[in-house]
């Protein structure tokens, strides 16, 4: 069976969690590079969307922190698709928490200028971040889940709050489940919990 993989804003696409998925768990695994069209936010959406539209037999989705928010958004464009959404700390709400890190002057100076420095560490350089990757954030910030899907969100997460995956949820008739564990943003304390997950939407 195959899965979608969806790395985070600094992850790869052959990380843990997809290694988990392909080792552990037997899936063949599709793992795009989320920024090959881009560093905005839509980039990332259509990245997923060409993935499940190449594929209509595929099923199981997994998205990681803003990955696992351009996850939800690609689902809620397919809701005619069977599909099933495993999200390990999905990064919605992340435009308020860069809005409070950065502080009003620099973001400010982001608008004005339309992109920020940003030293990478998934590519290793510094790249130009542009100011609609913020906007589309905060404008998909509001996206419901209708598809079967669970959450795993770490209650020590200084990333991205447990709150957000918890008010998620509640908006979402599809969310299943909410895995608040005890681990921080990256989860690789809980990548046992992604089996389980899985078995239950799979199952389910």
């Known amino acids: 069976m195959n899965a979608l993989f969806a790395h985070g ?42 993935a499940i539209d190449a594929d209509r037999d595929l099923k199981l989705l997994v998205g990681s922190s803003m990955g696992g928010f351009a996850t939800a958004v690609a689902a809620s464009r397919r809701r005619d698709r069977d599909l099933r959404l495993l999200l ?38 510094d790249v130009d971040l542009p100011y609609a990757l913020w906007t589309q954030c905060r404008d998909e910030a509001g996206v419901v889940i209708t598809h079967p899907a669970m959450i795993i969100h770490g ?22 489940c909410l895995y608040a564990v005890a681990d921080g943003h990256r989860l690789l304390d809980s990548l046992p919990m992604m089996g389980e997950a899985v078995a239950k939407l799979i199952g389910g």
């Open 155 to 176: 209650l020590h997460d200084d990333t991205v709050p447990v709150e957000n995956a918890v008010a998620l949820a509640r908006r979402s008739a599809g969310v299943k």
């Open 9 to 50: 804003f600094e992850g790869v696409p052959n990380g843990r969690k997809a290694r988990y998925l392909r080792e552990a768990l037997g899936y063949e695994v599709v793992a795009p590079h989320m920024y090959e069209r881009g560093w905005r936010f839509e980039d990332q959406v259509q990245v997923l969307l060409e």
């Open 88 to 125: 390990m700390a999905p990064a919605v709400g992340l435009h308020a928490v860069w809005s409070e890190q950065l502080g009003a002057e620099a973001m400010r100076l982001w608008a004005e200028m339309g992109t920020l420095q940003y030293l990478h560490q998934g590519v290793g350089r």
